[in-house]
């Protein structure tokens, strides 16, 4: 098997997880790494045994190397889209970080780029390279649930804003020019995009959105300077064309204690979505240690409501085990339960178009639902996704001060 060599761009608290998941990948190799703060690339070189040649501070200069096989975009929100599309322009395929981007017409720049040049492209959405996925989806096209008519897509922290209550997370996340926006455009992706995903991406018809950023910010966990002014709520509930709805709830601060879990509904039946999977599953945790941000690593399970054999049921889908022993019977299988494992998959030729999970379709299908919600909120009225497709606007980054002068970005 030819060694799959890869790139980084960004080489802050993100690439640690891809890092850890791509030295549990055989036949792939991180060579080079990148990142506009030098003693921050340094330091990552030396914890990853990179050596300096290989390490850069302008990412263009990498990408003028000749034994790069591939692309990591690790870098912040608002600019997967200049980087990727500097990436795939440059003749690599590209491996882009959730959101794909903060709004539709950005999260569109990417996907039509990655047509128009041929590269591989895939999108970061550890939810829904999934077991819990998958069995849902496949309960879903079995008809257990019967004909599915409303869902909810939900994500609830009592407190924790990234780079504010939770300090050791990049500050870029509360940033309206990088980070953007809120919960939504963080963990909210995972839960929209999964439940897009196991409902077969049903096209968008109408959404109505509101967004707060009213809990309390004490202005002493901000360093002088800085400012925290993305939302902290996002509450909207869509239509499809199908007739399915979905009512969408992501907040990372808010005080209450829980506010449920996803689910969704059919006339025959019902599955609740227990421990989404935003962490990247086992691949992830490094050996003897915790997941990145604390903790253990998730465990996504379902539970069934409906009846069996006339018999009112409810039941819980053990997945992490069937998905272990399903891998064990069809090795094949192990290739879907894994972001960076399907995107390495897909670049040897072990998957291709009609049999990976498409992430950049549904990335962008995502950001179009989750746009509509701040076109609704900015309009104060219900919107169609033609309409946001039509009028969401561009706002990723053209120009970019770094510690060492300015990156023009041509997309
Ligand atoms: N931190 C997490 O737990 C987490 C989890 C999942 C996804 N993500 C996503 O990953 C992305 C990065 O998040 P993070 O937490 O790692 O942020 P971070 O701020 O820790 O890291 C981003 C790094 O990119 C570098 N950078 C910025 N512009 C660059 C450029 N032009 N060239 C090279 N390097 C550049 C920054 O200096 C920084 O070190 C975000 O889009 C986020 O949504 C983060």
Redesign the pocket.
Known sequence: MKELRIGI???????N?HMTVWSNIPGTKVVAG????EA?VKAWGERYGIPEENLY???REMLKRDDLDAIDV????N??TP?SVAVMKAGYPCYC???MAASYADAKIIYDCAKATGQKLAV?ISSIYNLQTRYAKKMIEEGKLGKIYHARSVGHRREGR?GFDMPM??R??IKKDIGVHGPL??LGIYHLAQMLYIMGMPELDTVYGVSYADYYQDPRLLPDGLTYDVEDLSVGIAKFKNGVSLDIYEDWAMHMDEVGTSFIAGSMGGIKLIDVD??GGDLAVPKGGRI??GGEAQKPTLEFFGYEDGLKTSKIINCQENGRKEAQLDPRMALYNDNQVHWAAYLRGDLDDSTRIDSPFIAMETALLSDAIFVSQALNRSVTGDEVREMSKSIALHK?E?PWGV?EYDF
């Open positions: 761009i960004g080489t802050g608290m993100i690439s997880r990148c990142d506009i703060d921050k501070v302008d990412f690790c870098v912040h929100n600019l997967h980087v970080e959730k959101p970061q990234p997370f990049s870029d996340f455009c963080d935003t962490t990145m941000g970019q770094t990156i």
